[in-house]
Protein backbone atom coordinates (compact mmCIF):
# COMPACT_ATOMS: atom_id res chain seq x y z
CA UNK A 1 0.00 0.00 0.00
CA UNK A 2 2.84 2.39 0.99
CA UNK A 3 4.13 2.52 -2.87
CA UNK A 4 0.70 3.10 -4.21
CA UNK A 5 0.14 6.29 -1.75
CA UNK A 6 3.83 7.23 -3.00
CA UNK A 7 2.93 6.78 -6.79
CA UNK A 8 -0.22 8.67 -6.03
CA UNK A 9 1.41 11.49 -4.01
CA UNK A 10 3.70 12.02 -6.53
CA UNK A 11 1.29 12.60 -9.20
CA UNK A 12 -0.44 15.02 -7.27
CA UNK A 13 2.77 17.15 -6.82
CA UNK A 14 3.51 16.94 -10.36
CA UNK A 15 0.01 18.70 -11.39
CA UNK A 16 0.53 20.86 -8.15
CA UNK A 17 3.91 21.86 -9.45
CA UNK A 18 2.96 22.50 -13.09
CA UNK A 19 0.10 24.75 -11.89
CA UNK A 20 2.32 26.69 -9.45
CA UNK A 21 4.60 26.67 -12.78
CA UNK A 22 1.91 28.04 -14.77
CA UNK A 23 0.96 30.66 -12.55
CA UNK A 24 4.20 31.78 -11.93
CA UNK A 25 5.24 32.16 -15.71
CA UNK A 26 1.78 34.69 -15.43
CA UNK A 27 2.96 36.54 -13.10
CA UNK A 28 6.23 37.21 -14.63
CA UNK A 29 4.31 38.39 -17.24
CA UNK A 30 1.90 41.12 -15.73
CA UNK A 31 5.52 41.92 -13.83
CA UNK A 32 7.09 42.40 -17.59
CA UNK A 33 3.71 44.16 -18.89
CA UNK A 34 3.87 46.57 -16.02
CA UNK A 35 7.37 47.79 -16.48
CA UNK A 36 7.76 47.86 -20.68
CA UNK A 37 4.77 49.71 -20.91
CA UNK A 38 2.98 46.37 -22.86
CA UNK A 39 -0.02 46.41 -21.05
CA UNK A 40 -1.83 43.39 -20.21
CA UNK A 41 -2.64 42.10 -23.41
CA UNK A 42 0.80 40.12 -23.23
CA UNK A 43 -0.45 38.26 -19.99
CA UNK A 44 -3.29 35.84 -22.24
CA UNK A 45 0.22 34.98 -24.79
CA UNK A 46 2.59 34.70 -21.96
CA UNK A 47 -0.12 32.21 -20.63
CA UNK A 48 -0.53 30.22 -23.25
CA UNK A 49 3.41 29.99 -23.85
CA UNK A 50 3.91 28.73 -20.18
CA UNK A 51 0.90 25.73 -20.59
CA UNK A 52 3.02 24.92 -23.97
CA UNK A 53 6.38 24.57 -21.71
CA UNK A 54 4.95 22.76 -19.56
CA UNK A 55 3.01 20.22 -21.37
CA UNK A 56 7.02 20.23 -23.42
CA UNK A 57 8.24 19.51 -19.99
CA UNK A 58 5.75 17.16 -19.27
CA UNK A 59 6.65 14.79 -22.81
CA UNK A 60 10.20 15.83 -23.18
CA UNK A 61 11.80 16.54 -19.76
CA UNK A 62 13.60 13.17 -20.17
CA UNK A 63 15.25 14.16 -23.81
CA UNK A 64 16.09 17.23 -22.17
CA UNK A 65 17.60 15.67 -18.73
CA UNK A 66 19.21 13.10 -20.73
CA UNK A 67 21.02 15.28 -23.43
CA UNK A 68 22.21 18.24 -20.88
CA UNK A 69 23.82 15.22 -18.97
CA UNK A 70 25.49 14.23 -22.32
CA UNK A 71 23.89 10.70 -22.13
CA UNK A 72 23.95 8.29 -25.08
CA UNK A 73 22.50 5.26 -25.95
CA UNK A 74 24.51 2.24 -24.31
CA UNK A 75 24.94 0.11 -27.44
CA UNK A 76 27.52 -1.81 -27.80
CA UNK A 77 29.11 -5.34 -26.19
CA UNK A 78 31.00 -3.65 -23.00
CA UNK A 79 26.94 -2.61 -22.00
CA UNK A 80 25.86 -6.45 -21.80
CA UNK A 81 26.18 -6.44 -18.22
CA UNK A 82 24.23 -3.74 -17.48
CA UNK A 83 21.82 -4.63 -20.24
CA UNK A 84 21.41 -7.88 -18.23
CA UNK A 85 21.37 -6.70 -14.57
CA UNK A 86 18.51 -4.67 -16.10
CA UNK A 87 16.72 -7.44 -17.82
CA UNK A 88 16.79 -9.43 -14.44
CA UNK A 89 15.61 -6.81 -12.13
CA UNK A 90 12.43 -5.20 -14.28
CA UNK A 91 11.26 -9.41 -14.31
CA UNK A 92 11.60 -8.72 -10.36
CA UNK A 93 9.72 -5.33 -10.26
CA UNK A 94 7.03 -6.21 -12.90
CA UNK A 95 7.99 -3.33 -15.03
CA UNK A 96 8.68 -2.89 -19.09
CA UNK A 97 12.77 -2.48 -19.80
CA UNK A 98 13.90 1.44 -19.69
CA UNK A 99 15.85 3.04 -22.39
CA UNK A 100 19.50 2.47 -21.29
CA UNK A 101 22.13 5.54 -21.51
CA UNK A 102 25.65 6.08 -20.97
CA UNK A 103 27.29 9.10 -19.17
CA UNK A 104 31.40 9.45 -20.14
CA UNK A 105 32.35 10.61 -16.94
CA UNK A 106 34.79 9.19 -14.76
CA UNK A 107 32.70 10.28 -11.66
CA UNK A 108 30.70 7.11 -10.26
CA UNK A 109 26.88 8.11 -10.42
CA UNK A 110 23.29 7.35 -12.02
CA UNK A 111 19.79 8.89 -12.55
CA UNK A 112 16.40 7.74 -13.76
CA UNK A 113 14.55 9.71 -15.70
CA UNK A 114 10.93 9.73 -18.03
CA UNK A 115 7.21 10.79 -16.94
CA UNK A 116 5.93 7.04 -16.42
CA UNK A 117 7.45 3.45 -16.58
CA UNK A 118 6.63 2.87 -20.05
CA UNK A 119 8.56 5.86 -21.24
CA UNK A 120 12.14 5.76 -18.65
CA UNK A 121 15.11 5.89 -18.64
CA UNK A 122 18.51 5.10 -17.37
CA UNK A 123 21.29 6.27 -17.21
CA UNK A 124 24.70 5.90 -15.70
CA UNK A 125 28.75 7.16 -15.60
CA UNK A 126 31.29 5.00 -17.19
CA UNK A 127 32.82 5.29 -13.79
CA UNK A 128 30.08 3.81 -12.77
CA UNK A 129 30.41 0.57 -14.81
CA UNK A 130 34.23 0.72 -14.08
CA UNK A 131 34.15 0.86 -10.05
CA UNK A 132 31.20 -1.22 -9.40
CA UNK A 133 31.05 -4.42 -9.37
CA UNK A 134 28.09 -7.17 -10.76
CA UNK A 135 26.38 -6.96 -7.08
CA UNK A 136 27.08 -3.32 -6.78
CA UNK A 137 25.89 -2.13 -9.61
CA UNK A 138 22.79 -4.31 -9.38
CA UNK A 139 22.42 -2.56 -6.33
CA UNK A 140 22.56 1.04 -7.91
CA UNK A 141 20.34 0.04 -10.75
CA UNK A 142 17.98 -1.25 -8.41
CA UNK A 143 17.16 1.65 -6.60
CA UNK A 144 16.95 3.50 -10.08
CA UNK A 145 14.33 1.16 -11.14
CA UNK A 146 12.44 1.95 -7.75
CA UNK A 147 12.94 5.66 -8.79
CA UNK A 148 10.89 4.35 -12.17
CA UNK A 149 8.38 2.27 -10.35
CA UNK A 150 7.27 5.13 -7.60
CA UNK A 151 7.29 7.74 -10.11
CA UNK A 152 9.57 9.49 -8.90
CA UNK A 153 11.09 10.33 -12.19
CA UNK A 154 7.82 11.83 -13.48
CA UNK A 155 8.39 14.45 -10.58
CA UNK A 156 12.16 15.53 -10.23
CA UNK A 157 12.68 15.85 -14.32
CA UNK A 158 9.23 17.97 -14.79
CA UNK A 159 10.81 20.08 -11.75
CA UNK A 160 14.25 19.80 -13.37
CA UNK A 161 12.90 21.52 -16.71
CA UNK A 162 10.00 23.62 -15.08
CA UNK A 163 12.38 25.00 -12.50
CA UNK A 164 14.76 25.90 -15.22
CA UNK A 165 12.60 27.31 -17.10
CA UNK A 166 11.32 29.46 -14.34
CA UNK A 167 14.54 30.78 -13.37
CA UNK A 168 16.11 30.98 -16.78
CA UNK A 169 12.49 33.77 -17.33
CA UNK A 170 13.56 35.46 -14.05
CA UNK A 171 16.93 35.92 -14.86
CA UNK A 172 16.17 37.64 -18.13
CA UNK A 173 13.71 39.56 -17.14
CA UNK A 174 16.42 40.93 -14.24
CA UNK A 175 18.51 41.33 -17.12
CA UNK A 176 15.74 43.04 -18.82
CA UNK A 177 14.96 45.46 -15.79
CA UNK A 178 18.94 46.41 -15.81
CA UNK A 179 18.97 47.90 -18.85
CA UNK A 180 15.29 48.83 -19.25
CA UNK A 181 15.10 50.82 -15.90
CA UNK A 182 18.29 52.69 -16.80
CA UNK A 183 16.30 54.07 -20.22
CA UNK A 184 13.30 54.65 -18.52
CA UNK A 185 14.98 56.73 -16.31
CA UNK A 186 16.66 58.82 -18.81
CA UNK A 187 13.56 59.01 -20.23
CA UNK A 188 10.81 60.53 -17.75
CA UNK A 189 12.79 60.94 -14.23
CA UNK A 190 10.44 62.29 -12.22
CA UNK A 191 7.35 59.39 -12.84
CA UNK A 192 7.15 59.32 -9.20
CA UNK A 193 4.92 56.04 -8.76
CA UNK A 194 5.48 54.40 -12.01
CA UNK A 195 9.50 54.71 -10.60
CA UNK A 196 8.55 53.09 -7.17
CA UNK A 197 6.51 50.20 -8.74
CA UNK A 198 9.60 49.42 -10.97
CA UNK A 199 11.59 49.19 -8.20
CA UNK A 200 8.98 46.73 -6.06
CA UNK A 201 8.70 44.83 -9.13
CA UNK A 202 12.12 44.34 -9.41
CA UNK A 203 12.34 43.06 -5.90
CA UNK A 204 9.59 41.02 -7.06
CA UNK A 205 11.13 38.59 -9.86
CA UNK A 206 14.71 38.81 -8.30
CA UNK A 207 12.34 37.04 -5.38
CA UNK A 208 11.52 34.57 -7.75
CA UNK A 209 14.55 32.85 -8.19
CA UNK A 210 15.18 31.81 -5.35
CA UNK A 211 11.62 31.04 -5.35
CA UNK A 212 12.20 28.58 -7.78
CA UNK A 213 14.60 27.07 -5.65
CA UNK A 214 12.24 26.39 -3.25
CA UNK A 215 9.73 24.83 -5.41
CA UNK A 216 12.57 22.55 -6.87
CA UNK A 217 13.01 21.46 -3.14
CA UNK A 218 9.19 20.68 -2.61
CA UNK A 219 9.74 18.61 -4.97
CA UNK A 220 12.58 16.60 -4.23
CA UNK A 221 12.63 15.31 -0.50
CA UNK A 222 15.21 13.73 0.41
CA UNK A 223 13.09 11.06 2.16
CA UNK A 224 12.45 9.72 -1.46
CA UNK A 225 16.01 8.25 -1.51
CA UNK A 226 15.83 6.47 1.48
CA UNK A 227 12.83 5.65 0.25
CA UNK A 228 14.19 4.13 -3.08
CA UNK A 229 17.29 2.59 -1.47
CA UNK A 230 14.86 0.59 0.35
CA UNK A 231 12.30 -0.45 -2.21
CA UNK A 232 15.40 -1.23 -4.10
CA UNK A 233 16.42 -3.53 -1.76
CA UNK A 234 12.87 -5.24 -1.56
CA UNK A 235 14.00 -6.05 -5.51
CA UNK A 236 17.67 -7.39 -5.11
CA UNK A 237 16.73 -8.96 -1.58
CA UNK A 238 20.33 -8.67 -1.21
CA UNK A 239 21.31 -5.02 1.06
CA UNK A 240 24.75 -5.39 1.17
CA UNK A 241 25.27 -5.03 -2.61
CA UNK A 242 23.52 -1.65 -2.56
CA UNK A 243 25.56 -0.78 0.74
CA UNK A 244 28.85 -1.34 -0.52
CA UNK A 245 27.92 0.58 -3.51
CA UNK A 246 27.30 3.98 -1.17
CA UNK A 247 30.46 3.40 0.50
CA UNK A 248 32.12 3.33 -2.94
CA UNK A 249 30.69 6.61 -3.60
CA UNK A 250 31.52 7.61 -0.24
CA UNK A 251 34.99 6.94 -0.65
CA UNK A 252 34.82 8.97 -4.56
CA UNK A 253 35.39 12.61 -4.85
CA UNK A 254 35.29 12.64 -8.56
CA UNK A 255 32.42 15.55 -9.55
CA UNK A 256 30.07 14.93 -12.37
CA UNK A 257 31.19 17.24 -15.05
CA UNK A 258 27.59 17.84 -16.68
CA UNK A 259 25.79 18.50 -13.67
CA UNK A 260 24.05 21.70 -12.51
CA UNK A 261 22.42 22.04 -9.79
CA UNK A 262 19.55 22.18 -11.95
CA UNK A 263 19.87 18.23 -12.66
CA UNK A 264 21.91 17.69 -8.83
CA UNK A 265 18.45 15.74 -7.78
CA UNK A 266 18.46 13.19 -10.11
CA UNK A 267 21.00 11.29 -9.42
CA UNK A 268 21.56 8.76 -7.10
CA UNK A 269 24.24 10.78 -5.17
CA UNK A 270 24.84 13.90 -5.03
CA UNK A 271 26.94 14.94 -8.28
CA UNK A 272 27.87 18.14 -6.83
CA UNK A 273 30.92 18.77 -4.27
CA UNK A 274 29.93 18.84 -1.24
CA UNK A 275 33.89 20.34 0.42
CA UNK A 276 34.33 22.40 -2.67
CA UNK A 277 30.56 24.55 -2.17
CA UNK A 278 31.28 24.93 1.73
CA UNK A 279 34.54 26.85 1.11
CA UNK A 280 33.45 28.12 -2.02
CA UNK A 281 32.51 32.00 -2.99
CA UNK A 282 28.52 32.28 -2.98
CA UNK A 283 26.01 31.50 -0.07
CA UNK A 284 27.72 28.39 1.16
CA UNK A 285 24.97 27.99 4.19
CA UNK A 286 22.24 28.37 0.95
CA UNK A 287 23.74 25.57 -0.83
CA UNK A 288 23.55 23.23 2.01
CA UNK A 289 20.22 24.22 2.60
CA UNK A 290 19.22 22.86 -0.93
CA UNK A 291 21.52 19.74 -0.88
CA UNK A 292 19.20 17.34 -2.51
CA UNK A 293 20.37 14.32 -1.27
CA UNK A 294 20.79 12.93 2.48
CA UNK A 295 24.23 12.12 3.77
CA UNK A 296 25.28 8.88 2.45
CA UNK A 297 26.64 7.91 6.11
CA UNK A 298 22.56 7.96 6.82
CA UNK A 299 21.77 6.65 3.97
CA UNK A 300 24.22 3.42 4.78
CA UNK A 301 22.96 3.51 8.42
CA UNK A 302 19.28 2.85 7.48
CA UNK A 303 20.30 0.37 5.03
CA UNK A 304 22.27 -2.04 7.55
CA UNK A 305 19.52 -1.58 10.20
CA UNK A 306 17.15 -3.57 7.62
CA UNK B 1 -38.80 9.37 -3.64
CA UNK B 2 -35.31 10.55 -1.51
CA UNK B 3 -35.24 6.88 0.17
CA UNK B 4 -35.49 5.37 -3.85
CA UNK B 5 -32.51 7.68 -4.88
CA UNK B 6 -30.36 7.07 -1.48
CA UNK B 7 -31.69 3.21 -2.13
CA UNK B 8 -30.29 3.52 -6.07
CA UNK B 9 -26.93 5.44 -4.76
CA UNK B 10 -26.13 2.58 -2.43
CA UNK B 11 -26.88 -0.17 -5.25
CA UNK B 12 -24.73 1.62 -8.12
CA UNK B 13 -22.40 2.00 -5.63
CA UNK B 14 -22.14 -1.31 -4.42
CA UNK B 15 -22.29 -2.36 -8.35
CA UNK B 16 -19.13 -0.63 -9.22
CA UNK B 17 -17.80 -2.18 -6.44
CA UNK B 18 -18.56 -5.54 -7.28
CA UNK B 19 -17.03 -4.50 -11.33
CA UNK B 20 -13.21 -3.06 -9.72
CA UNK B 21 -13.13 -6.17 -7.44
CA UNK B 22 -13.48 -8.70 -9.54
CA UNK B 23 -11.47 -6.80 -12.46
CA UNK B 24 -8.81 -6.56 -9.93
CA UNK B 25 -8.76 -10.22 -9.04
CA UNK B 26 -9.03 -11.21 -12.86
CA UNK B 27 -5.88 -9.02 -13.69
CA UNK B 28 -3.49 -10.30 -10.46
CA UNK B 29 -4.84 -14.13 -11.35
CA UNK B 30 -3.34 -13.38 -14.81
CA UNK B 31 -0.58 -11.61 -13.77
CA UNK B 32 0.20 -14.75 -12.02
CA UNK B 33 -0.04 -16.91 -15.08
CA UNK B 34 2.38 -14.15 -16.98
CA UNK B 35 4.55 -15.18 -13.90
CA UNK B 36 4.87 -18.34 -14.39
CA UNK B 37 5.61 -18.18 -18.12
CA UNK B 38 8.59 -15.97 -17.48
CA UNK B 39 9.84 -18.56 -15.23
CA UNK B 40 9.46 -21.04 -17.78
CA UNK B 41 11.29 -18.48 -20.64
CA UNK B 42 14.48 -17.99 -18.34
CA UNK B 43 14.42 -21.55 -17.80
CA UNK B 44 14.50 -22.28 -21.64
CA UNK B 45 17.17 -19.53 -22.45
CA UNK B 46 19.48 -20.97 -19.65
CA UNK B 47 18.86 -24.82 -21.21
CA UNK B 48 19.70 -23.15 -24.52
CA UNK B 49 23.25 -21.82 -23.43
CA UNK B 50 24.77 -24.40 -21.83
CA UNK B 51 25.50 -26.37 -25.01
CA UNK B 52 27.66 -23.55 -26.07
CA UNK B 53 29.26 -23.17 -23.03
CA UNK B 54 30.10 -26.84 -23.14
CA UNK B 55 31.38 -26.57 -26.44
CA UNK B 56 33.57 -23.74 -25.38
CA UNK B 57 35.26 -25.35 -22.76
CA UNK B 58 35.64 -28.43 -24.65
CA UNK B 59 37.76 -26.47 -26.79
CA UNK B 60 40.15 -25.84 -23.98
CA UNK B 61 39.47 -28.80 -21.79
CA UNK B 62 38.52 -32.08 -23.79
CA UNK B 63 39.59 -34.86 -21.62
CA UNK B 64 37.27 -33.69 -18.84
CA UNK B 65 34.70 -35.66 -20.81
CA UNK B 66 32.85 -37.10 -17.69
CA UNK B 67 32.21 -33.51 -16.51
CA UNK B 68 30.58 -32.94 -19.82
CA UNK B 69 28.43 -35.49 -19.43
CA UNK B 70 27.20 -34.89 -16.04
CA UNK B 71 25.77 -31.69 -16.98
CA UNK B 72 24.63 -32.49 -20.94
CA UNK B 73 22.66 -35.14 -19.14
CA UNK B 74 21.65 -33.04 -15.80
CA UNK B 75 20.21 -30.41 -18.71
CA UNK B 76 18.50 -33.37 -20.21
CA UNK B 77 16.73 -34.44 -17.09
CA UNK B 78 15.72 -30.72 -16.52
CA UNK B 79 14.05 -30.20 -19.67
CA UNK B 80 12.06 -33.44 -19.06
CA UNK B 81 11.08 -32.65 -16.09
CA UNK B 82 9.73 -29.19 -16.79
CA UNK B 83 7.64 -30.81 -19.76
CA UNK B 84 6.43 -33.68 -17.53
CA UNK B 85 7.39 -33.37 -14.11
CA UNK B 86 5.88 -32.41 -10.55
CA UNK B 87 6.85 -28.88 -9.26
CA UNK B 88 9.13 -31.11 -6.80
CA UNK B 89 10.91 -33.23 -9.52
CA UNK B 90 11.39 -29.92 -11.39
CA UNK B 91 13.09 -28.27 -8.69
CA UNK B 92 15.53 -31.33 -7.96
CA UNK B 93 16.29 -31.44 -11.46
CA UNK B 94 17.22 -27.70 -11.36
CA UNK B 95 19.31 -28.12 -8.38
CA UNK B 96 21.23 -30.94 -9.94
CA UNK B 97 21.78 -29.10 -13.05
CA UNK B 98 23.24 -25.96 -10.91
CA UNK B 99 25.50 -28.38 -9.21
CA UNK B 100 27.19 -29.60 -12.35
CA UNK B 101 27.16 -26.26 -13.72
CA UNK B 102 29.58 -25.45 -10.89
CA UNK B 103 31.45 -27.96 -11.39
CA UNK B 104 31.96 -27.07 -14.92
CA UNK B 105 33.15 -23.52 -13.95
CA UNK B 106 35.59 -25.44 -11.28
CA UNK B 107 36.92 -27.24 -14.15
CA UNK B 108 37.61 -24.05 -16.24
CA UNK B 109 39.21 -22.34 -13.32
CA UNK B 110 41.84 -24.78 -14.10
CA UNK B 111 42.48 -23.56 -17.90
CA UNK B 112 44.08 -19.78 -17.95
CA UNK B 113 43.75 -19.63 -21.64
CA UNK B 114 40.04 -20.16 -21.38
CA UNK B 115 38.93 -17.61 -18.60
CA UNK B 116 40.47 -15.16 -20.71
CA UNK B 117 38.68 -16.35 -24.05
CA UNK B 118 35.96 -13.96 -24.94
CA UNK B 119 33.31 -16.06 -25.88
CA UNK B 120 33.60 -17.94 -23.00
CA UNK B 121 33.60 -15.12 -20.51
CA UNK B 122 30.53 -13.64 -22.96
CA UNK B 123 28.75 -16.96 -21.93
CA UNK B 124 29.80 -16.59 -18.49
CA UNK B 125 28.04 -13.48 -18.15
CA UNK B 126 24.88 -14.57 -20.19
CA UNK B 127 24.59 -17.25 -17.70
CA UNK B 128 24.78 -15.78 -14.98
CA UNK B 129 22.49 -13.39 -15.57
CA UNK B 130 20.28 -15.72 -16.34
CA UNK B 131 20.60 -17.33 -13.37
CA UNK B 132 19.64 -14.02 -11.48
CA UNK B 133 16.51 -13.52 -13.86
CA UNK B 134 15.57 -17.02 -13.06
CA UNK B 135 15.38 -16.52 -9.35
CA UNK B 136 14.00 -12.41 -9.86
CA UNK B 137 11.03 -14.13 -11.80
CA UNK B 138 10.44 -16.55 -9.07
CA UNK B 139 10.41 -13.80 -6.60
CA UNK B 140 8.09 -11.64 -8.97
CA UNK B 141 5.77 -14.50 -9.06
CA UNK B 142 5.72 -15.38 -5.59
CA UNK B 143 5.40 -11.52 -4.69
CA UNK B 144 2.18 -11.59 -7.05
CA UNK B 145 1.01 -15.32 -5.58
CA UNK B 146 0.71 -12.93 -2.00
CA UNK B 147 -0.73 -10.52 -3.27
CA UNK B 148 -3.40 -12.55 -4.94
CA UNK B 149 -3.71 -15.24 -2.19
CA UNK B 150 -4.30 -11.47 0.21
CA UNK B 151 -6.99 -10.50 -1.39
CA UNK B 152 -8.88 -13.82 -2.43
CA UNK B 153 -8.58 -13.90 1.50
CA UNK B 154 -9.54 -10.91 3.20
CA UNK B 155 -12.75 -9.33 3.78
CA UNK B 156 -15.05 -8.13 1.87
CA UNK B 157 -13.43 -9.52 -1.53
CA UNK B 158 -12.94 -12.85 -0.50
CA UNK B 159 -17.05 -13.35 -0.76
CA UNK B 160 -16.15 -12.44 -4.41
CA UNK B 161 -13.39 -14.94 -4.55
CA UNK B 162 -15.82 -17.77 -3.16
CA UNK B 163 -18.61 -16.93 -5.79
CA UNK B 164 -16.47 -16.85 -9.01
CA UNK B 165 -13.66 -19.85 -7.67
CA UNK B 166 -10.93 -17.79 -7.60
CA UNK B 167 -8.70 -20.56 -5.62
CA UNK B 168 -5.63 -20.11 -3.62
CA UNK B 169 -2.31 -20.28 -5.31
CA UNK B 170 1.12 -21.75 -4.23
CA UNK B 171 4.11 -20.72 -4.03
CA UNK B 172 6.97 -21.37 -5.99
CA UNK B 173 9.31 -22.91 -3.18
CA UNK B 174 12.84 -24.53 -3.98
CA UNK B 175 15.91 -24.98 -2.34
CA UNK B 176 16.74 -22.58 0.15
CA UNK B 177 20.44 -22.43 -1.45
CA UNK B 178 18.27 -21.91 -5.35
CA UNK B 179 16.11 -19.22 -4.14
CA UNK B 180 18.98 -16.32 -4.16
CA UNK B 181 20.53 -15.31 -7.03
CA UNK B 182 23.98 -16.94 -7.79
CA UNK B 183 25.99 -14.27 -7.27
CA UNK B 184 29.04 -15.27 -8.99
CA UNK B 185 32.07 -12.83 -8.55
CA UNK B 186 34.82 -12.18 -11.40
Known sequence: MGMYEQIARNKRRTFVMLAAFVLLIALVAVALGILFQAGIAIVPIAIVLAIALAWGSYFYSDKIALSASRAVPADGPEYRRYHNLVEGLIIAAGLPKPRLYVVDDPAPNAFATGRNPKHAALAVTTGLLQQMNRVELEGVLAHELSHVKNYDILVTTVAVTAVGAVALMADLGMRFLWFGGRAGRRDNNDSGPVGLILVIL???????????????????????????????????????????????????????????????????????????EKKGTKGSWLNRAFDTHPPLEERIAALKAM | MLAIIIIGVIVVLFLLYLIFAYNKLVRTRNQIDNAHSQIDVQL???????????????????H???????????????????????????????????????????????????????????????????????????????????????????????????????????????????????????
Open chain 2, 44 to 62: KRRYDLIPNLVETVKGYAA
Open chain 1, 202 to 276: AFALLLLAPFAAQLMQFAMSRRRELLADASGVQLTRYPPGLISALEKLQADHAVVHHATRATAQMWIEQPLDRDQ
Open chain 2, 64 to 186: EKSTFEAVTAARANAIQAQEGGSPAQQAQAENALSGTLKSLFAVAEQYPDLKANQNFLNLQEELTSTEDRIAYARQFYNDSVLGYNNRIQSFPSSILAGAFHFSKREYFEGDPEATGPVKVQF
